[in-house]
């Protein structure tokens, strides 16, 4: 069956870095988008960035841009998040996402994506 496992989530001080890894198995990877959401306490599932089954092409949440970079190796069938220059405001349940045939008018909703991992958790403090 279809996995997506998340880890490197963490406590971080607020100016830190910390470099999620997303390993997936039961699917074929190279064809699946990959995207990254989290969920903070009391507030909904929001998306943080996406890449494209090439990795050629990025999509972020305005909020992390110049922050964070996601990029994905095929060969290991893994995706990352990493993340610069922490805030507070990061502190969250991070959680990978797979999904197929997705239009970019899509790319950062919820429903467009049919496998999701387990989440890590990402604490930063001030």
Do not use: H
């Not at 607020?14 to 064809?31: D, E, Q, W, Y």
């Not at 990254?36 to 507030?43: I, L, M, S, V, Y």
């Not at 050629?56 to 893994?78: C, H, L, P, Q």
């Not at 999904?99 to 790319?107: A, E, F, N, P, Q």
């Amino acid at each position: 069956q279809v996995q997506l496992v998340e880890s490197g989530g963490g406590s971080v001080q607020a100016g830190g870095s910390l470099r999620l890894s997303c390993v997936a198995s039961g699917l074929a990877f190279s064809s699946y988008t990959m995207a990254w959401f989290r969920q903070a306490p009391g507030k909904e599932r929001e998306f943080v960035a996406a890449i494209r089954q090439s990795g050629g092409t990025t999509i972020y949440e305005d909020s992390v841009k110049g922050r964070f970079t996601t990029s994905r190796d095929n060969a290991k069938k893994t995706g990352y998040l990493e993340m610069n220059r922490l805030k507070t405001e990061d502190t969250a349940v991070y959680y990978c996402a797979a999904g197929s045939g997705i239009i970019l008018s899509s790319i950062r909703s919820r429903s467009a994506y049919g496998y999701w991992g387990q989440g890590t958790q990402v604490t930063v403090s001030s």
